[in-house]
């Protein structure tokens, strides 16, 4: 049964053949909400996460009318039944986080393949040009995230008003992961 050792080993080869980053893509990035506390968190914990997480929350942009809509829409009678005082608490906290000025987490950034990578003066130079004008640089410098998680960030900050093509985007994401990743301490 020798050739099937031999067959195992030409699949491990070509697996690892593979960028890390092959399962990503053609698929689209999920945005990545974080937990509200108080009495907000205490209404979704009993009320919503035992279906689905609060992630799909960045998917709209909408007022306390439009969320009450669009919860109406999109669950039946019974899937979760909230106090009025419960009910405003959680459309005053969704028409505020995801309102009308807010702009919703784009459904279909889907990452292109790159084939060239930053070095560090050119991701400095494009930092300098596209994150500068809201806030310092200092608080990307004190962030360490994995790759997929500085992938989000960045697209969140493309939904603010940040000027980068998907190309400058996935580059400075593979730049910020290799340079101010997780990993450095090892
Ligand atoms: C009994 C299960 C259940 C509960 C409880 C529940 N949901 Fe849902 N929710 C669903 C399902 C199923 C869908 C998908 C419906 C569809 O796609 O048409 C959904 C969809 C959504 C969506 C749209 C997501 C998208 O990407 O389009 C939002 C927003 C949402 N729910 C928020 C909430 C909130 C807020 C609560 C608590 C008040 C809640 N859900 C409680 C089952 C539930
Ligand atoms: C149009 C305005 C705008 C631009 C341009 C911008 N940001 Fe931001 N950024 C924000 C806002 C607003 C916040 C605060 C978000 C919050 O606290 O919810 C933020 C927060 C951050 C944070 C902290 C996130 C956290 O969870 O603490 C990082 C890191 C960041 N931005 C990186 C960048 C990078 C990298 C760029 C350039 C690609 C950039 N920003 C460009 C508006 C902007």
Redesign the pocket.
């Known amino acids: 049964m020798k050739w099937r050792s031999w067959l195992g080993l030409v699949i491990a080869a070509g697996a690892l053949a593979l960028p890390a980053d092959a399962q990503l893509s053609g698929r689209p990035i999920r945005p990545q909400v974080a937990r509200p506390s108080g009495p907000v968190w205490q209404v ?1 914990r009993q ?2 996460t ?3 997480g609060i992630d ?2 960045a ?2 942009a909408l007022d306390k009318r439009g969320w009450q809509e ?2 109406e829409s ?2 039946k009678a019974g ?2 039944v ?1 106090s009025d005082q419960d009910r405003n608490i ?1 459309l005053d906290w969704l028409s505020v986080k995801f309102g009308p000025n807010t702009k919703p987490f784009p459904r279909t950034y889907i990452p292109p393949e790159i084939t060239t990578f930053f070095s560090d003066p050119e991701a400095k130079r494009l930092l300098d040009r596209a994150c500068t004008s809201c806030h310092e640089l200092d608080r990307v410098e004190k962030a360490r995230n994995p790759e997929e998680q500085w992938r989000v960030l960045v697209v969140d900050m493309r939904v603010r008003g940040a000027k980068l093509t998907d190309e400058e985007t996935e580059r400075l994401v593979e730049w910020l992961g290799r340079v101010w990743g997780t990993n450095l301490g090892k």
């Open positions: 979704i009320n919503c035992l279906c689905h799909d929350y998917f709209f669009l919860l999109k669950h899937d979760f909230l959680l």
